[in-house]
């Protein structure tokens, strides 16, 4: 049996533990690089906009501002929009609920009861498996609404950076000369 012999330096084990310590710093801060992306994105497509309404003597100060409220007010009219509807569909199911399952269990599960009367093997599996989970069913809903908030968040914050990158005229090419490699 031959044994070799490996040497390692110390420059390069610092070399290993740099990158490996950057590539975990790059998905610690993923979040908000994909975030500013976005920002940047959001004031660039606005920029001819606001050019345009430059040459035609309105200043970037008011622009700005009217063209985030008019977007802002875009989104709230197609959430009081549907809103409502959808809320009015949710509430119509939660009254007729109870009688269409009832209606359900009469008419034998749907054709979920074998001839004998007995629920068919795999849907009675399935809803003990169902009972027996209910518990882990809270934890899911927090962390379902705190992704919802974070969503939400992030969505904010995108808007805030594009709406300061907007207000300045340069920003936006100073910003993508800044995360862009030469």
Not at 51 to 64: A, D, G, Y
Not at 89 to 107: G, K
């Amino acid at each position: 049996i031959h044994r070799h012999k490996m040497d390692v330096t110390w420059s390069a084990l610092f070399k290993i533990v740099s990158v490996v310590l950057l590539i975990a710093l790059f998905f610690k801060v993923w979040e908000i690089m994909i975030s500013l992306f976005l920002a940047i994105v959001i004031a660039a497509a606005l920029e001819p906009a606001l050019r345009f309404l430059e040459e035609h003597k309105i200043p970037r100060v008011i622009s700005v501002p009217v063209i985030y409220l008019s977007g802002l007010a875009l989104i709230l009219g197609i959430f009081y929009a549907v809103l409502p509807t959808l809320f009015n569909e949710v509430f119509t199911l939660s009254q007729d609920l109870p009688e269409r399952y009832s209606a359900f269990v009469r008419s034998g599960f749907g054709g979920a009861l074998d001839s004998s009367g007995f629920l068919v093997p795999a849907l009675d599996e399935a809803l003990t498996a169902l009972q027996q989970n209910m518990g882990n069913l809270v934890p899911d809903v927090f962390k379902f609404i705190s992704v919802i908030f974070g969503g939400i968040m992030s969505f904010a914050l995108v808007i805030i950076f594009s709406f300061y990158l907007s207000l300045r005229r340069n920003d936006i090419e100073k910003s993508i000369l800044a995360i862009t490699p030469l």
